[in-house]
């Protein structure tokens, strides 16, 4: 009873501190709640679903999507209104990754393990990675026929070997408009259009030739983000999260482009990965002009960077307010939990596995240590 009275009067004093912060005449239009919205991001697993380290044959407590789902079911505990994002390089980087590409049997309709595991987070989409291409088209476009959400890229285009770029047509799915049912305050949903818009560093033309020559071209992130944002906010897109493959640096670079694209007018959001680093973090991007580290954003653009291997789950909390009739984000803060502490000098992981995503993968995960036990026995006999 003392509980109920107690979570009563913590919500009587919500509601008079969001009244009080609202414009005049916004009490009685419920409509101008502000809404709370969480992004959430993994980047860079390079197939490690699992904490086990198959080359040292021992489970650890540094890497690994079982551990990221834990933080994840937290997370979404915490917000009604969330969505799940992954930036790529997901099918390549591990002997799980290497066991699905060889031994899977992904081309004859096998799911591959990576979404055996994602599909039971619900992922809202995915970009792809530079090292995604790595096993050729086929493998890829097989295996992500089995995952339950949307791939997107925009700076793939189809090869047709003429020189004019006004004709190309993408390759991919460039974005696609989620239209989500979001909760405000007081409990009443509305529609909201999220966009969400995929990219790829150009280097992966460099780095995956053999995949990818003569199949494709690959465009600067900037110019075709110029190019989509406007066409998203016209098809409706209320707010706009952009998924990219590359780095954050200052100075200009094809490798890290979420600086420039930061700039571009419409973004609301760029979860990024590529470099496996942490944003924000004040040691690692600090001196940098219009990133602020506290907040987490670049030129005013929420943005986060999940680390790699699942060992950081990237956290984008927004405030959207309908302004205008439009949906605005007036807030946002950003930042990247760790599955793993330093605590007096000991690592203690923050989380357990989560035993859904565990019993998702074991199958896929015995043959993998088995097959990368016979596959070093080999190695030693020669
Ligand atoms: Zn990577």
Same mark, same amino acid.
């Given at each position: 009873m003392k509980r109920k009275i107690v979570v009563t009067l913590v919500l009587v004093i919500e509601m008079v501190v969001l009244f009080s912060v609202m414009p005049y005449g916004a009490a009685e239009e419920s409509t101008l709640a502000p809404v709370q919205l969480r992004i959430l991001e993994t980047t860079?697993?390079? *197939?490690?679903?699992?904490?086990?380290?198959y080359e040292e044959n021992r489970y650890t407590d540094e890497f690994g999507l079982v551990r990221t789902a834990s933080l994840i079911n937290n997370a979404r505990a915490e917000v009604p209104n969330t969505l799940l994002f992954d930036v790529g390089d997901l099918l390549q980087g591990n002997e799980l990754a290497e066991f699905a590409a060889k031994k899977g049997k992904v081309e004859e309709g096998n799911l591959h393990p990576v979404f055996k595991a994602m599909n039971l987070l619900h992922y809202d989409a995915a970009t792809f990675g530079n090292h995604d291409f790595h096993y050729g088209f086929d493998f890829l476009h097989h295996s992500i026929s089995g995952a339950n959400f949307p791939y997107v890229n925009a700076n793939i285009f189809i090869n047709d070997y003429n020189n004019t770029d006004f004709d190309d047509v993408n390759f991919y799915e460039p974005y696609v408009i989620l239209r989500k049912k979001v909760v405000d305050a007081f409990g009443i949903k509305h529609p909201v259009n999220i966009g969400v818009i995929g990219f790829v560093t150009p280097k992966v033309m460099q780095w995956e030739k053999k995949s990818l020559e003569g199949m494709v071209k690959v465009k600067d992130i900037v110019s075709t983000a110029e190019y989509f944002i406007p066409r998203m906010k016209e098809e409706g897109a209320d707010i706009i999260i952009a998924l990219a493959h590359s780095g954050l640096d200052a100075t200009k670079n094809e490798q890290d482009e979420v600086y420039p694209l930061s700039?571009?007018? *419409?973004?609301?959001v760029i979860l990024f990965g590529h470099r496996h680093v942490v944003f924000p973090d004040q040691s690692r991007f600090k001196n940098i002009e219009g990133v602020d580290n506290k907040a987490g954003t670049i030129n005013g653009v929420a943005g986060v960077e999940a680390g790699s291997w699942g060992n950081y789950l990237g956290i984008v909390d927004l405030i959207i307010e309908q302004q205008e009739g439009r949906w605005r984000v007036t807030q946002s803060k950003s930042k990247a939990v760790p599955i793993v502490k330093t605590i007096k000098k000991k690592k203690k992981a923050t989380v357990s596995s989560d035993k859904s995503i565990v019993d998702a993968v074991r199958e896929d995960h015995e043959k993998t240590i088995e097959y990368y036990q016979k596959k070093t026995a080999r190695k030693k006999r020669k």
């Open positions: 860079d697993l390079h *197939g490690r679903m699992m904490n086990f380290d700039k571009i007018e *419409g973004i609301d």
